[in-house]
């Protein structure tokens, strides 16, 4: 367990609704689904993805929406300088960022086991989908440090949790994002931060479609849910779950709520070393 997660009542300025999002990967699939879903909870949206056409294009569609005010970005996400130049952007025009979604992500374009895999399309995986969330977090934790409060949103997915013989890259980072997320609990806790990890189940998207391991799929998540959740984290209801991974379409809400007294004194939806049993001297 992160070892503030037992304060995760006491963070994210508990009970205050963020105001101002900030959004990678927000022109297109999930991300824009998120960005539309925050816009109609009343929420200022920062969007970004790497070109900036379609976020124009999307930015009407949030004002139409709800938002009060939208702010757009283009940043390769894997750029310090294209990062640390989004944020400054977004937070000139609509204030400090008090909700980061980091939704910007990709997967390997073949389905081969880590000994065939390409190594520059392997570590390009790894750039997007951790050194990105990494880099944007570096960016808007301090202002909401400051703040003294501060929410963080990490997409991640059922393959960061689970061994597969394909798409090392992509596991490799997703499980190297649930590491980040404790680390934001651990450090900042007592600081009003709270981070979450938050799966969105098998959403109908470009990439998902792409996928040769989902061309007999005939069951998927509803983006909805997904969104659902990421609008409650934005209202501060996930607060008491910090730190923890959920999933979209399988977790109920209410009952988790019910049980966070439960899983904050517990090492439950997090990533941990399971022992062989109680005389594992690493237990």
């Known amino acids: 367990m992160p070892e503030n997660a037992g304060n995760a009542e006491h963070a994210g300025n508990a009970g205050s609704d963020s105001r101002v999002a900030l959004v990678t990967g927000a022109s297109r699939g999930i991300g824009r689904e998120v960005v539309l879903a925050l816009a109609r909870a009343g929420l200022s949206v920062g969007l970004t993805a790497r070109s900036a056409k379609p976020l124009e294009e999307l930015r009407e569609e949030c004002l139409a929406a709800g938002a009060p005010a939208v702010a757009v970005a283009a940043a390769d996400v894997t750029r310090p ?74 997409v991640t997915t059922g393959a960061a949790v689970r061994d597969s013989a394909i798409y090392s890259a992509y596991g490799v980072a997703k499980t190297g994002l649930l590491r980040l997320t404790g680390s934001i609990v651990a450090a900042g806790a007592d600081a009003g931060i709270t981070a979450f990890d938050l799966a969105p189940g098998v959403v109908v998207t470009d990439m998902t479609r792409s996928m040769a391991m989902h061309d007999d799929r005939t069951e998927w998540t509803s983006v909805e849910d997904f969104t659902d959740l ?52 690493l237990a």
């Open 81 to 154: 300088a294209h990062v640390t130049a989004a944020v400054e952007r977004i937070s000139s025009e609509l204030g400090p960022v008090d909700l980061l979604v980091n939704n910007a992500g990709r997967i390997e374009s073949d389905e081969v086991p880590v000994w065939e895999s390409d190594p520059d399309e392997w570590w390009s995986v790894v750039e997007t989908d951790l050194h990105g969330p990494y880099l944007f977090c570096r960016a808007v934790l301090p202002a909401m440090v400051e703040a003294g409060h501060g929410r963080v949103v990490n």
């Open 230 to 281: 990421v609008v409650a984290a934005a209202k501060g209801r996930l607060d008491p779950l910090s730190g923890r991974y959920l999933r979209a379409g399988t977790d109920k809400l209410d009952d988790l709520l019910a049980a966070a007294g439960d899983l904050a004194r517990s090492d439950a939806r997090t990533l941990r070393l399971r022992p062989y049993g109680d005389d594992d001297p």
